[in-house]
């Protein structure tokens, strides 16, 4: 088709940015970007299926796991033990990381940490979900890889992306030199270049964060939210608060239009509740890449220390100067003791 690239075409096309990449990586997104399919034909017709609901299993999280949830898990795991391009996947559905225990897998060099279904509590009510994931290269060099192959910082980042299960199906993702978004085309099931090097606005008038939470927050927080709501025409506020729940959908709006998502401390999660390794990571290093930022509310999320496989962490994420506003306001009313 004329002028149309496929995900396919596009990461053979850019292949020649790593000079010493023999195809891995290549072949990695694009295994990725098959489960991709399959997830996204199971998530549309969810409500035709007995695939709605509850597993009636618990996640490590202690979360109630959706049989989507359980699906997606198999099907991304299935599709990196196949395409033999990754040693350990860490995935949010499961307690430990599971090792790629085959004659190829054992000796390939990526590390794969995935929530395959970011949002999973939308599906029964046919919200937008998404699918998080984050490549890192092995640093062990002989024997198994091991779990200190999978906690290095976000700066070590090979690539990273989402899928959004939306009004249409997307995957973004970026390998450290700009931000693509390809649309899925399904009467050619082909992921095609829709958004090429994605940059988030610098500034922006939409603020996402559940504010049902606010007696809980920090108050650098609650102060940032009065900021929002107060009347000044010159800087375009009020701003406008969208929620959606849903991680991947939230931050791809603000990707789109301008905004900042936040997911500070609470009560209930006094190291926040997302994810450092498989959701705030890959999502930071994303939005850096589009020209945002992506802190704790103090420092940057790329350079947190990781210490555990489901480690959480508070996150400020999105137009530059938003997230900046919000961090002098914790600064001042929220200092780190
Ligand atoms: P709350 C979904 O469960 C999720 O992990 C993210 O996708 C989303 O941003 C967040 O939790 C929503 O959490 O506490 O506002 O329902």
Do not use: W
């Not at 994605?198 to 102060?223: C, L």
């Not at 220390?305 to 400020?316: G, K, M, N, P, Y």
């Amino acid at each position: 088709m004329q002028g149309v690239l496929t995900l396919g075409q596009f990461i053979i096309e850019k292949q020649n940015d790593f000079p010493y990449a023999k195809g891995e990586l290549s072949r990695l997104l694009r295994d990725i970007g098959i489960a991709s399919k399959i997830v996204n034909r199971e998530v549309n017709k969810a409500g035709l299926m007995d695939i709605l609901g509850d597993a009636g299993t618990i996640n490590i999280q202690g979360e109630c796991q959706k049989k989507l949830d359980v699906f997606a898990n198999e099907q991304f795991i299935s599709a990196l033990k196949s395409g033999g391009e990754c040693c350990i996947v860490a995935s949010e559905e499961n307690d430990e990381f599971v090792y790629i225990d085959g004659e190829v897998s054992k000796n390939a060099k990526y590390i794969v940490a995935i929530d395959p279904l970011d949002g999973s509590s939308n599906i029964d009510v046919n919200v937008a979900v998404g699918t998080i994931f984050s490549i890192y290269r092995r640093k062990s060099v002989d024997g198994k890889a091991t779990l200190a192959d999978v906690l290095q910082n976000g700066t070590e980042q090979v690539a990273a992306g989402y899928v959004i299960y939306g009004s249409s199906t997307m995957l973004v993702y970026t390998t450290g030199k700009g931000v693509n978004g390809f649309t899925l085309d399904p009467s050619i099931g082909e992921f095609c270049l829709s958004h090429p090097k994605m940059k988030i606005p610098e500034d922006g008038t939409i603020y996402s964060i559940n504010e049902g939470n606010y007696v809980h927050f920090p108050e650098g927080v609650k102060k940032y939210l009065k900021y929002c709501q107060v009347e000044d025409t010159d800087t375009l506020r009020p701003y406008t608060s969208r929620y959606i729940g849903s991680m991947v959908a939230d931050i791809h709006r603000n990707m789109i239009k301008g905004g900042i998502f936040i997911y500070p401390t609470t009560s209930s999660a006094p190291n926040g509740k997302l994810r450092l390794v498989y959701e705030c990571n890959p999502m930071a290093f994303i939005i850096e890449q589009a020209g945002g930022r992506a802190t704790d509310g103090y420092s940057r999320i790329l350079e947190k220390d990781v210490t555990s496989l489901h480690q959480r962490s508070a996150i400020f994420i999105g137009s530059e100067n938003m997230v900046l506003k919000v961090e002098s306001l914790m600064s001042e009313y929220s200092p780190l003791l």
